[in-house]
């Protein structure tokens, strides 16, 4: 039977041994076999595991996709699709990623890979040569939250692998592999987990070959999540669609609010008119997601510690809001005058917007703009 998002997210088949409604969690590093090569499906747990497995089957039906990998984080994800690549490769990547994603890819030069980035924002800008054998894309984007066409750039890709990170939108708000992109890649420390207690990663694909080699790769590099943490991050799944429905109306509210406030000079949150991704995030995400950056126009310290509800801390996607400076934590890698050419200005701020009562958050952000 066919599952609507709401549904497929809570659905849990009860464990067929014991009628158990939550996921066990199999702690066992190793499997019996019955004779060598004849087992029940798993042999040591860095190659398989059954709690982890039942994630990475979440996980690739929640994207749509046939097949789900889990990672020890997001970054172990990441670094997993790109190890696809060798010398010579190029990646054509959007000008605005996650600081730590913009370090790995500085890291892998030293390996031959070249990265371009370019503003994916305008899919005509996306320039394919023979070299280029990936397009990575982060839509909407951190911290300013571009939005990419990702039918658009999956038409124009030829061979190249269309990847599309995203951490920011959750599958319950966009599907990157109904649009055309070959893989998609989640940090589940955010939206997915959902409680800012468990660090992972995943990678969903639909091709069986592309699946091979990355369970391949995650294999041999090992940079796999317990089953513990498997676990959280299966039942922060249970209540995602919920949760991004207020994280996207609490973010809309305090886009609205932060954009006619006089001490705020500009607000990046594509559910407003003003934004340029609006109409396009509009056919190509459910909601806008719960993401919004800011400038401030002064005195950015005072601001940040008079916030009483709001908690200055790096990540996103957790029930409670987060705020953060991405010039000096989530960005600080990038160097500044790079920094400064992609538009993250020091004045930036970002707000993780949480699940809380409006009410709470804006009284929070009203009281520390206050006689700034
Ligand atoms: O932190 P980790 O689980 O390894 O995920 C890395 C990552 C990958 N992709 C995106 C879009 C991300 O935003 C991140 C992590 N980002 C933060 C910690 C942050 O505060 O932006």
Same mark, same amino acid.
């Given at each position: ?96 990623? =996650? ?11 030293? =390996?031959?890979?070249?990265?371009? =980035? ?93 699946? /091979? ?81 800011? /400038? ?41 005058? /790079? ?34």
């Amino acid at each position: 039977m066919q599952l609507e998002f709401e549904t497929l997210a809570v659905h849990q088949q009860p464990d067929p041994g014991t009628g158990a409604i939550a996921p066990p969690i199999h702690p066992s590093t190793t499997f019996a076999q019955q004779e060598p090569g004849v087992h029940k499906g798993f042999e040591y747990s860095r190659t398989g595991n059954p709690t982890r497995r039942g994630l990475e089957e979440k996980l690739a039906a929640l994207e749509g996709g046939r097949f789900g990998l889990a990672f020890a984080s997001g970054m172990a994800a990441i670094s997993a699709v790109l190890r696809l690549l060798g010398p010579g490769d190029e990646v054509i990547v959007s000008d605005d990623v =996650y600081g730590g994603t913009y370090r790995l890819f500085q890291m892998l030069e030293k =390996y031959g890979l070249r990265f371009t =980035y370019l503003d994916t924002g305008d899919a005509a800008n996306v320039a394919i040569t023979e070299r280029t054998k990936m397009i990575w894309l982060e839509t909407p984007t951190n911290p300013l939250l571009k939005i990419s066409d990702i039918a658009a750039i999956a038409a124009l890709k030829g061979e190249a692998l269309l990847v599309v990170d995203n951490t920011f939108s959750s599958p319950y708000l966009q599907r990157p592999l109904e649009l055309g992109a070959d893989i998609v890649v989640h940090s589940t420390t955010k939206y997915l987990g959902g409680h800012c207690d468990v660090i992972g990663g995943a990678v969903v694909t639909s091709d069986d070959r592309l699946h /091979e080699k990355l369970k391949f790769i995650q294999n041999t590099i090992g940079a796999v999540p317990s089953p513990f943490d498997s676990f959280l991050v299966l039942r922060g799944i249970r209540t995602l669609a919920l949760r991004m429905e207020r994280h996207c109306s609490n973010a809309q509210r305090v886009a609205e609010f932060l954009e006619t406030h006089p001490k705020v000079s500009r607000v990046y949150y594509p559910g407003l008119a003003s934004h340029p991704g609006h109409e396009l995030a509009g056919r190509q995400m459910r909601d806008y997601g719960g993401m919004v950056s800011f /400038e401030l126009n002064r005195n950015m310290v005072t601001f940040l510690k008079r916030l009483r509800v709001i908690t200055l801390a790096e990540s996103l996607g957790g029930v409670e809001s987060l705020i953060c400076h991405p010039a000096s934590m989530t960005h600080a890698a990038i160097p500044k005058e /790079e920094r400064r050419n992609r538009g993250i200005k020091e004045n930036l701020l970002r707000i993780s917007v949480g699940i809380e009562n409006y009410v709470d958050l804006k009284r929070d952000l009203e009281d520390a703009l206050k006689t700034l």
